[in-house]
């Protein structure tokens, strides 16, 4: 167990709806990474937010968003949700902004039908 | 910009079987280097890693050296058991110490 908790495990939902995935970084950890993990595209980095602030982005989309709250928790929001979204999300946490370890959360995975 | 390259898989071994992952990599500067685990229905858990050139990471039996010359972190084990049956990432992590750059996986399926 690495600390870092997710919410929901699973979520199915339809194209063209919006859901909201969390995460709760370890305790101490400032900063909060998400990722995506798709058949097609492997895992990829989305984004990155520390201590509330985003401070890194990758390939995330612009249906995509995230935020990070004062208590350090952190959401990842899709809208307008097509089938090639149905992936596993992951999310890590670190104490730094620069770390050379990231601890991974066990995932939500989005099924879009 | 960063890539990653790792064998694909499935790799079928037997038990006690001898273990090498190929592993790959593009980046600029000297990024550090890691393997992660993925068993069935769950997370990723970090194996081990290497920050510097010539440095080896081992753990749980697994090993793995920075190979500067040839950008390779290639993932060795001497005797498998069937609950290394797991997918295997190798990743990068960028200079600005923020961002993983993962292979495709290899998925490893131990026999007994």
């Known amino acids: 167990d690495s600390g870092v908790t997710q919410t929901p495990k699973h979520l199915i939902t339809a194209t063209g709806q919006r859901v909201t995935l969390r995460c709760s970084p370890r305790s101490g950890d400032l900063s909060v990474y998400w990722y995506q993990q798709s058949l097609d595209q492997g895992l990829q980095f989305l984004i990155q937010?520390?201590?509330?602030?985003?401070?890194a982005k990758g390939n995330i989309l612009e249906r995509f968003s995230a935020q990070q709250f004062p208590d350090l928790h952190s959401e990842l929001n899709l809208s307008s949700l097509e089938l090639g979204d149905s992936a596993l999300y992951f999310c890590a946490s670190s104490i730094r902004v620069r770390t050379d370890t990231q601890y991974f959360g066990p995932g939500t995975r989005l099924t879009v039908l | 910009g960063n890539s990653v390259t790792q064998m694909e898989g499935p790799v079928t071994l037997s038990e006690e079987a001898f273990l090498t992952i190929n592993c790959t990599y593009t980046?600029?500067?000297?990024?550090?280097l890691f393997w992660y685990v993925q068993y069935p229905g769950e997370g990723l858990q970090l194996l081990l890693k290497?920050?510097?050139?010539?440095d080896k990471g081992s753990n749980k039996g697994f090993e793995a050296t920075y190979r500067k010359e040839t950008t390779s972190f290639h993932l060795e084990k001497g005797s498998v058991q069937v609950s290394d049956s797991a997918v295997y990432f190798c990743a990068l992590l960028n200079n600005a110490g923020n961002m993983l750059t993962f292979g495709g996986g290899t998925r490893l399926m131990v026999k007994p």
């Open positions: 290497a920050t510097k050139a010539d």
């Open positions: 980046a600029t500067g000297y990024p550090s």
């Open positions: 937010y520390y201590n509330g602030e985003e401070r």
